[in-house]
């Protein structure tokens, strides 16, 4: 089946602008998630949505960061202001039901953001 | 999460079996041990996960320290497909949602 994806897969941007990056999860997963990763780190966590609440924000960097999921299946990750620290591989994933130590995190391809 | 420690880089070659080792000796009793792997220009892939026993599926085989400090992952043949960051993570058995990925071990796999 369908596996979780991301749009666009590349979006180059001016420092100062506004952009949104969609994510549409596998079918039916409850469980969404946004990661960051800059070059040559891990993955780093942003948001966690169970259905269309945000169940913790506490990975957002800043006010200029917000996401969004208002039908629990598609969201969409919306950066204010950009600067050219925000560079980086933004990665969405989605899990079946309500995460335990032992569910597994299927990820999309990530859409690569580049401010200039 | 409790923290992780696994080398920055192995190298193998191909169809030869690869031990990735990760270190773990602040893990708690509920923490399950998780492996993702990242391929180049990829998200992250499940790989393999274990609480106390070993655990084999299709793409690996996970070899958990009977006092759960250390872990190995273990790709009996590896391919150049194989070739790929590989990530041992930590997640609390609770509500724990957020993976805490580390930098991961880069291995290559030479033809």
């Known amino acids: 089946g369908a596996g979780v994806s991301q749009t666009p897969s590349n979006k180059v941007t001016e420092k100062g602008k506004y952009v949104e990056l969609r994510c549409d999860p596998i079918?039916?997963?409850?469980?969404l998630y946004w990661y960051r990763q800059s070059l040559g780190q891990g993955p780093e966590f942003l948001i966690y949505f169970q259905g269309t609440g945000a169940a913790d924000d506490s990975g957002l960097p800043n006010d200029r960061f917000f996401a969004v999921r208002p039908e629990g299946s598609v969201s969409t990750l919306k950066i204010q202001r950009t600067e050219r620290g925000d560079s980086a591989v933004y990665l969405c994933?989605?899990?079946?039901?309500?995460?335990?130590?032992?569910?597994?995190?299927?990820f999309g391809p990530g859409t690569r953001l580049t401010v200039l | 999460d409790a923290k992780t420690t696994q080398p920055n880089s192995m190298e193998s070659n191909e169809e030869e079996p690869v031990h990735l080792p990760c270190n773990h000796s602040t893990i708690s009793g509920t923490d399950y041990i998780h492996w993702y792997r990242q391929l180049p220009s990829q998200g992250p892939e499940y790989v393999i996960h274990?609480?106390?026993s070993n655990v084999n599926n299709r793409m690996a085989s996970l070899a958990i320290a009977e006092d759960r400090k250390s872990s190995t992952l273990i790709l009996h043949r590896a391919t150049l497909r194989d070739a790929a960051v590989y990530y041992c993570?930590?997640?609390?058995?609770?509500?724990?949602?957020?993976?805490?990925f580390g930098k991961g071990t880069l291995l290559t796999v030479n033809p």
């Open positions: 274990g609480l106390t």
């Open positions: 993570i930590l997640r609390d058995g609770g509500s724990n949602y957020k993976l805490t």
């Open positions: 079918s039916g997963h409850t469980a």
């Open positions: 994933a989605s899990s079946l039901k309500v995460p335990s130590g032992r569910d597994e995190q299927f």
